[in-house]
């Protein structure tokens, strides 16, 4: 029998985000109507590294400019489709985030202030964009090994594919 996952009305997805395949991009990146800075910028960060590990450029769409045509999507931030998908971002600790795969969607979703800027080291409602490195890291193997681009690794890839999964993830160390 077909083994299949129900959480909050909706399936988890037993099947792969296809992100880049064979060097074509696949997937398409979904911010909130209004997202926050930082959600914004974690979109930007995503965006801005799978183009430098793969060659390929992903497009930005707000939920409401979002057409359907792509069959997988990257929800970054607290968007109304998380929402739907049963993550409360409210009930998140600081710097938490939630991955979750839903049916062809990966959710990256975490704690977020309005007002804050993504750069301040006192940023401390910055989940999304911890999640977005959480993914980088482990999906991509982005390396960070000293501040700059001159120390930042990333490998060539010609396809991305992410995993299914459904976890809460917050940085190793406490602030």
């Known amino acids: 029998p077909p ?3 129900m959480a909050w009305g909706s399936t988890v997805s037993l099947a792969d985000v296809v992100v880049v395949d064979r060097s074509l991009g696949q997937a398409v990146v979904v911010i909130a109507q209004n997202p926050t800075p930082i959600a914004r910028y974690a979109a930007d960060e995503f965006v801005s590294h799978i183009e430098k590990a ?3 450029r992903l497009n930005v769409v707000s939920e409401a400019q979002d057409t359907g045509s792509s069959k997988w999507r990257i929800y970054i931030g607290d968007t109304l489709a998380a929402r739907e998908a049963g993550i409360d971002v409210d009930a ?3 710097e938490a985030a939630v991955l979750r795969t839903v049916n062809n969607d990966l959710f990256i979703v975490g704690r977020e ?3 804050e800027d993504p750069l301040n080291e006192e940023s401390r409602h910055s989940g999304t964009l911890f999640g977005v490195y959480e993914i980088l890291d482990r999906f991509v193997g982005v390396r960070w090994l000293w501040p700059g681009e001159l120390g ?3 490998p060539d890839l010609s396809d991305l594919r992410i995993r299914p999964m459904n976890e809460t ?3 190793a160390m406490e602030l």
């Open 113 to 115: 202030d309005e007002q």
């Open 54 to 56: 793969t060659g390929v």
């Open 92 to 94: 998140l600790d600081l």
């Open 3 to 5: 083994l299949a996952l």
């Open 152 to 154: 930042t690794y990333i």
């Open 169 to 171: 993830v917050q940085p």
